[in-house]
T-cell receptor
Framework: NAGVTQTPKFQVLKTGQSMTLQCAQD?????MSWYRQDPGMGLRLIHYSVGAGITDQGEVPNGYNVSRSTTEDFPLRLLSAAPSQTSVYFC???????????FGSGTRLTVV | AQKITQTQPGMFVQEKEAVTLDCTYDTSDQSYGLFWYKQPSSGEMIFLIY??????QNATEGRYSLNFQKARKSANLVISASQLGDSAMYFCAMRDAGYSTLTFGKGTMLLVSP
């Protein structure tokens, strides 16, 4: 039982490059979400999904795309990376009615 | 919209002492849940304790307890008998009414000294 797996753990991008942060869970959780963590800001919600084929925006969605074609996977796409997207990204999952959320180990992204 | 406020950017405590980390919240939902997470320097998010809005008793998990005062909209974390390994960032968070996402505070950095 791997829980929530995020890849890669570290990434350096050049401004304007695109990339996909991967998130996979093996717990059959309906709900998945992406957060970014910046110093002094806590974790802020980027996008979330309540099931396959259903996604919605969070607090800071600009510059990011998501899709949810399967229950297990919820990738986060950076279309054209900017230095302001330098951050630590966390994926989390839970099941409907749950009182707990499982977090991945995070991806540290630097955009230069 | 939900909001979590953590007013203490940093806290210092000596080993074996108790410490209280403050958290206040704002929501219009009648049903909600409050969480505390620990983030050590290694970066992972570690779940500590949960309190549901309808729970009448304060939650406890080992050395952690949540001082829930619904009328004051506060959910303070109390760590008894602090240990050096408790040095970390601590986040208070609230789940939305649909259980699908969390709203986080900005965190409190706790340093435990020998």
């Amino acid at each position: 039982n791997a829980g929530v797996t995020q890849t890669p753990k570290f990434q350096v991008l050049k401004t304007g490059q695109s990339m996909t942060l991967q998130c996979a869970q093996d717990m059959n959780h309906e709900y998945m979400s992406w957060y970014r963590q910046d110093p002094g800001m806590g974790l802020r919600l980027i996008h979330y999904s309540v099931g396959a084929g259903i996604t919605d925006q969070g607090e800071v969605p600009n510059g990011y795309n998501v899709s949810r074609s399967t229950t297990e996977d919820f990738p986060l796409r950076l279309l054209s990376a900017a230095p302001s997207q330098t951050s630590v990204y966390f994926c989390a999952s839970s099941y409907a009615g749950a009182d707990g959320y499982t977090f991945g180990s995070g991806t540290r992204l630097t955009v230069v | 919209a939900q909001k979590i406020t953590q007013t203490q950017p940093g806290m210092f405590v000596q080993e074996k002492e108790a410490v209280t980390l403050d958290c206040t919240y704002d929501t219009s939902d009648q049903s909600y849940g409050l969480f505390w997470y620990k983030q050590p320097s290694s970066g992972e998010m570690i779940f500590l304790i949960y309190q549901g809005s309808y729970d009448e008793q304060n939650a406890t998990e080992g050395r952690y307890s949540l001082n829930f005062q619904k009328a004051r909209k506060s959910a303070n974390l109390v760590i008894s008998a602090s240990q050096l390994g408790d040095s970390a960032m601590y986040f208070c968070a609230m789940r939305d009414a649909g259980y699908s996402t969390l709203t986080f505070g900005k965190g409190t950095m706790l340093l435990v000294s020998p």
